[in-house]
């Protein structure tokens, strides 16, 4: 799951908004499948994030509910003080 969010990462920096939200599409779904409480790990809410970063770049609407979802499992796992949930809560 962790190259899956990389090159989801590395595809939205090179501007294929597409492939990044496949990518992160994809990296979702693996983390989800493994974790043992998909609302409480910090790779599901990683995830989410590059998936929201990838729908608001290919502007989907979506993209804020996702950002929201994101900041909610990263608080959950992380702490609320981390930088992952800081960017997660600034793109809502």
């Keep these: 799951a962790a190259a899956l ?22 990296a979702v779904a693996t983390a989800e499948r493994i974790a043992r409480r998909a609302d409480r790990s ?9 998936l929201a970063q990838a729908e608001r770049a290919a502007g989907e609407p979506r993209w804020r509910s996702t950002a929201q979802r994101a900041a909610a499992v990263l608080a959950a796992s992380l702490g609320e003080a981390h930088a992952l949930v800081g960017e997660a809560q600034a793109l809502r």
Excluded: K, P, S
């Design 42 to 50: 910090a790779d599901v809410g990683e995830a989410l994030l590059r």
């Design 5 to 26: 969010r990389v090159a989801a990462q590395v595809r939205l920096a090179a501007g294929d908004a597409a492939g990044a939200r496949a990518a992160a599409m994809e």
